[in-house]
């Protein structure tokens, strides 16, 4: 971090101020605008904001606005800045479609709060969270490595998936629980109408099952119309499995009940935590081509074969159009990277660290 260190926010809602913060407790300065003149005022008045506006010589924009206002907003910052643009929407195939510059660098932080607006924002939001990048064939290595930076100093973990991927997955993991949590509310508060004792009665399953349809209803909207396609999958296949098991439970099939829930029980107990930092650490060299693309293609290899990167960094070749990519991985993945860099035509060179 240097004296220098200066990013835009766009967007002083939960996530755009939860990131001011992230970054202020990191050292920058943060200058951000909302549209709602009055956000924009309260997040000043809390220290959220350092200054209201736009600064084109910041190293950093931020778009946290709605989905659907994201490229437009991206746009007008890459117009307005020189620095690298990234985003904390949560669909990106659309939004990377329409972004195309190559200082842009889809991002969504997988973390959030049933709490709404500047009241929920908070500078520990992202500590331990995992936070996807999505770059694309054309990603400036630099911009994505400027804001890979940024997004490790907020305290969060970093994973680079190509765009569609990334939308495929999230709407299994997001965006179908968000949908299910919210019917499952519905239905309930349905049947309340004639049984006033109902949600009176909801046990500790049921709150934890559908917290998350308290989150802000104004954004899904958006959501589900840029990853209606994921979405609809997921649907289809969580109504697959809800026949099955309705199938099951009248046909007093407890051995197949039991098969499902012991099956579940298993997978949520090995559901992975986060990404802790590894005693043994191997750097690996990897000459590149200096061109565009080289950074989705090795970033988005490591996520393939379930390897972190614990560290990156890019050094350019005078001589000819070479450079080296410089990362720090897990020991014991090292070799699974390296046949995987290696089937893709890259030559690596490693070495352990002390």
């Not at 746009?75 to 659309?94: M, Q």
Request: proline content about 4%.
């Amino acid at each position: 971090m240097t004296s220098a260190d200066r990013a835009n926010v766009v967007g002083t809602g939960l996530i755009g101020g939860s990131v001011a913060l992230a970054l202020k407790r990191a050292g920058w300065k943060i200058i951000g605008t909302d549209a709602d003149p009055d956000v924009e005022a309260e997040a000043l008045r809390l220290g959220v904001l350092d200054a209201i506006g736009t600064d084109p010589d910041v190293d950093l924009t931020i778009i946290a606005t709605t989905v659907g206002q994201i490229p437009e907003a991206a746009t007008a910052a890459l117009a307005k800045t020189e620095g690298p643009v990234t985003d904390v929407g949560s669909t990106k195939l659309d939004i990377c479609r329409a972004v195309d510059n190559s200082r842009f660098v889809g991002g969504h932080p997988m973390a959030g709060s049933e709490l709404d607006g500047l009241v929920g924002a908070k500078a520990e939001m992202f500590d331990g969270a995992m936070w996807v990048l999505t770059p694309t064939t054309e990603t400036d290595e630099g911009a994505f490595a400027a804001v890979r930076s940024a997004v490790r100093a907020m305290g969060a973990e970093t994973i680079a998936l190509d765009p569609r991927t990334h939308d495929q997955l999230v709407a299994q993991v997001s965006h179908v629980p968000h949908l299910t949590a919210a019917a499952l509310m519905t239905l309930a508060d349905d049947t309340s109408v004639e049984h006033r004792a109902l949600l009176r009665l909801a046990a500790g399953g049921f709150r934890d099952m559908t917290r998350i349809s308290a989150g802000r209803p104004s954004i899904w909207p958006d959501i589900c119309s840029a990853n209606r396609t994921a979405i609809a999958a997921g649907l289809e296949r969580l109504t697959e499995a809800l026949s099955e098991m309705r199938t099951k439970v009248l046909a007093d099939d407890r051995d197949g009940i039991l098969e499902v829930l012991e099956r579940a029980r298993e997978a949520r107990l090995n559901l992975p935590t986060g990404f802790g930092l590894s005693e043994a650490l191997t750097e690996i060299k990897i000459p590149i081509p200096d061109e565009p693309g080289q950074i989705a293609a090795i970033a988005t290899l490591a996520a393939e074969l379930d390897v972190n990167i614990f560290d990156l960094e890019l050094t350019h070749s005078g001589e000819g159009r070479r450079g080296v990519m410089i990362m720090v991985v897990d020991e014991a993945l090292c070799e699974r990277f390296v046949g995987g860099l290696m089937a893709r035509g890259y030559r690596p060179r490693t070495r352990k660290l002390d």
